[in-house]
């Protein structure tokens, strides 16, 4: 499965979101995507669902237009996690993760013993099981997270795109998800696209890394190709240094603070 | 793991049980109403004139000494009552299940689009011109109640956009502004009306007297429609009500389908709210009560609350015509009262068993 975006330009009225941006991503994959706030990642990922359509050019999955497929059919084939938003009733965890098995099912039918097979290794896989009968609105935000992550999970999609789905977790909860979505890229040969705000997390599990700025892509590549000082210093204009990751061997990126300005200018980092 | 056989199993028992046990008790409570009145009817003599007059089990029933009397003032005057009550009560309960769900709010009734106004101005205009009626054994006042409220619930529609792309907080702001208006007007026309000014004031507060098959007849096919709709776009609304991008990713289209479920929930309030009035508080606390019970899947919940709505209205009719019979109280009036503290009878409970 793949998704391809040509030349996509989305403007909300006179204001120009995404500019001439184009990507693909295939099986197996993970690629984030980086850039300050108001960059247009996120609507770039609602081009990318059909959810908006673009002013120019076009977005095929598997070579279709998505923006001219049945909501259903896109539904089985992409799934999406973003941040948490608002549950206005009491949904079992069970019935939430259930909701994933929609595209698939015909309108009046009942969901199968299959369905309820892949609901259970979904819910097996975020490690919320234990949790099925409990109201979501009694999870804490991380356990809330995964039950969305289930969810996704629930639709056997081929892609995942994820909208910041760790922004409000603590470091624990955070690599735990990430390790999840990476793992699904190694088991299940699922493509995952991430919008990521923390450009380290970014750098350790992607495998490209594309760099957004006012809606253009101003960089795209291998982490070292990215997360770079320049690149840094031009998209976000903060200093930094650019280490390697002493485990991973990926870059990291350590922010200057400008009270420090004057003694780290004359260093040079080793390299 | 292997999904564990009894969450399976019992996640589905729960659901037709529920329902059975609903479907038991909504029988039972048009059978009790159907004995109580003016002349006190036994009710093995009740069921057996009721059920005789199904089809297919009529043979297996029966026939204890019912005295034709007895036949009458049920199938006559008490029947096209009970049966008027289910249809209003199942039809509020379930608009106004559909509409918690749809704006995701849990204090959304099925007045919130200001149907109710358009049909009290349509009520109010043919009690107080005393409009001539076209249709055997129903007045003027509920024929021009619908029409009207169907004109509401269309100037509604259009006013907020809604054949574009809009929000629903634009639709109810537009269904507020609406009922506003209408209701200016309706005072306008109270105003000039002195005599029939009583008449105006029973039908606003909700009522089920002096109602005939006629009622029944002109309510049930857009009420039976409409619910229909409803329970097919079920599974729809189980996603929209956690937002539309939510309900996208899942592969529904929120724009077709919340039009679809709401000219539906309109098309079943305008049906039931002209041949009943405004009768208040079944469209909110039924859906409510059900909801803390049996969980928000709308797929239990739709159903169950339009049979657990009849239930609630046909008791509370039966209240409002006996407590002091001869006279009777507004139905509108017993459905607040009784409605408010069994609400909080159920939420307390509720808070107890989970603590």
Not at chain 1, 98 to 115: N, T, V, W
Not at chain 2, 132 to 161: E, K, N
Not at chain 2, 261 to 278: E, F, P, R
Request: with cysteine; charged share 20%.
């Amino acid at each position: 499965m793949r998704l391809d975006a040509f030349s996509v330009c989305y403007n909300y009225d006179i204001i120009t979101a995404v500019d001439n941006v184009s990507l693909s991503l295939e099986s197996g994959e993970f690629v984030g995507i980086l850039g300050p706030n108001g960059s247009g990642k996120t609507t770039l990922l609602r081009v990318l669902t059909g959810a908006l359509k673009p002013w120019a050019g076009t977005v095929l999955l598997d070579g279709e237009e998505v923006h001219k497929m049945r909501p259903k059919l896109v539904a089985q084939k992409i799934a999406v996690v973003a941040q948490n938003g608002y549950i206005p009733f009491p949904f079992s965890v069970l019935e939430m993760v259930m909701m994933g098995r929609e595209p698939h099912m015909a309108r009046l039918s009942r969901e199968s013993p299959q369905d309820m097979d892949i609901v259970f290794e979904a819910m097996e896989a975020t490690g919320v099981t234990h949790l099925a009968e409990r109201s979501v609105l009694d999870l804490s935000y991380g356990e809330r997270q995964r039950v969305v992550i289930a969810r996704a999970l629930a639709q056997e999609p081929g892609i995942l795109l994820l909208d910041e789905p760790t922004s409000h977790l603590d470091p624990g909860y955070r690599m735990e998800i990430m390790d999840i979505f990476k793992s699904l890229t190694r088991r299940k040969n699922i493509g995952v696209l991430a919008v990521l705000h923390d450009v380290n997390l970014a750098s350790v599990y992607s495998d490209r890394l594309i760099m957004l700025n006012r809606g253009k892509k101003v960089a795209e590549g291998l982490p070292w190709e990215v997360v770079t000082k320049e690149i840094m210093k031009s998209v976000y204009g903060v200093r930094a240094v650019v280490r390697k990751h002493p485990v991973v061997g990926c870059p990291q990126v350590m922010l200057v603070p400008g009270f420090i300005d004057g003694r780290v200018e004359g260093e040079s980092p080793k390299d | 793991m292997k999904p564990d056989p009894v969450t399976h199993s019992a996640y589905r028992a729960k659901r037709k049980k529920s329902l059975v046990i609903l479907t038991i008790l909504l029988f039972a409570a048009m059978v009790i109403a159907a004995g109580v009145g003016a002349v006190t009817i036994p009710i093995a003599e009740v069921a057996s004139i009721l059920f005789r007059r199904i089809p297919y089990i009529s043979k297996y029933i029966p026939n204890i000494g019912a005295q034709d009397v007895y036949e009458t003032i049920i199938l006559e005057v008490r029947l096209p009552r009970i049966l008027l009550a289910v249809i209003i009560g199942g039809a509020l309960a379930g608009a106004g299940a559909t509409l918690q769900g749809l704006f995701g709010n849990p204090l959304a009734d099925p007045y919130i689009m200001g149907i109710s106004s358009g049909a009290a101005l349509g009520a109010t205009i043919a009690i107080s011109y005393k409009l001539p009626s076209f249709f055997p054994g129903l007045s003027s006042v509920p024929i021009a109640a619908f029409l009207a409220s169907i004109a509401t619930m269309t100037a509604v529609y259009f006013l907020a956009g809604v054949s574009g792309r809009v929000s629903m907080d634009t639709y109810l702001l537009s269904g507020v502004v609406v009922s506003s208006f209408l209701w200016a007007v309706m005072s306008f026309i109270m105003m000039l009306s002195g005599d029939s000014l009583r008449e105006i004031m029973m039908w606003l507060m909700g009522s089920l007297s002096n109602k005939g098959y006629a009622h029944v007849k002109m309510a049930f096919p857009y009420v039976g429609f409409g619910i229909s709709v409803l329970l097919v776009m079920a599974r729809d609304l189980n996603l929209i009500c956690l937002g539309d991008d939510e309900a996208r990713h899942l592969g529904v289209d929120p724009e077709p389908a919340k039009r679809i479920i709401m000219l539906a929930s309109s098309l079943v309030t305008a049906a039931s709210v002209s041949v009943g009035g405004i009768i208040g508080f079944v469209g909110l606390i039924v859906p409510h009560t059900v909801r803390m019970v049996l969980g928000p899947d709308h797929r239990l919940l739709l159903p169950a609350s339009v049979i657990a709505g009849g239930i609630f209205l046909v008791s509370a009719d039966t209240v409002a015509r006996t407590l002091i019979a001869p006279s009777e109280i507004p139905v509108g009036v017993i459905t607040a009262l009784v409605g408010a503290p069994f609400f909080f009878y159920v939420l307390r409970r509720r808070k107890m068993s989970e603590s």
